[in-house]
Nanobody, 120 residues
Framework: QVQLVESGGGLVQPGGSLRLSCVASGSIFRSNVMGWYRQAPGKERELVARIFNDGSTNYADSVKGRFTISADNAKNTVYLQMSSLKLEDTAVYYC??????????????WGQGTQVTVSS
């Protein structure tokens, strides 16, 4: 079994910053990709950013230049540094990982979600 645990959400004013963290634990052989998705009320879940185990990254156009994703592979941890936050960044942020387990299976895993609210 693999678990993803997120932390770092909260309430922030427009223009502010937050840092999200997600730690993967359990029967992990290797994570192929880790990333963050978000879902705002009434909207579909969307990719925010992801990082592959070779260090390459993808970002949604809406967050490019404002958010930075990074990872500590030794700690199976992924971070999302969010700066210049906007009202429209308000959403539940979910950690995602595609992990090969020690049993050899390649599965998708999700965290429980952490609320990010941008409000004045």
């Amino acid at each position: 079994q693999v678990q993803l645990v997120e932390s770092g959400g909260g309430l922030v004013q427009p223009g502010g910053s937050l840092r999200l963290s997600c730690v993967a634990s359990g029967s992990i052989f290797r994570s192929n990709v880790m990333g963050w998705y978000r879902q705002a009320p009434g909207k579909e879940r969307e990719l925010v950013a992801r990082i592959f185990n070779d260090g390459s990254t993808n970002y949604a156009d809406s967050v490019k230049g404002r958010f930075t994703i990074s990872a500590d592979n030794a700690k199976n941890t992924v971070y999302l540094q969010m700066s210049s936050l906007k009202l429209e960044d308000t959403a539940v942020y979910y950690c995602h990982a595609k992990i090969r387990t020690t049993s050899g299976y390649l599965n998708d895993y999700w965290g429980q979600g952490t609320q990010v609210t941008v409000s004045s």
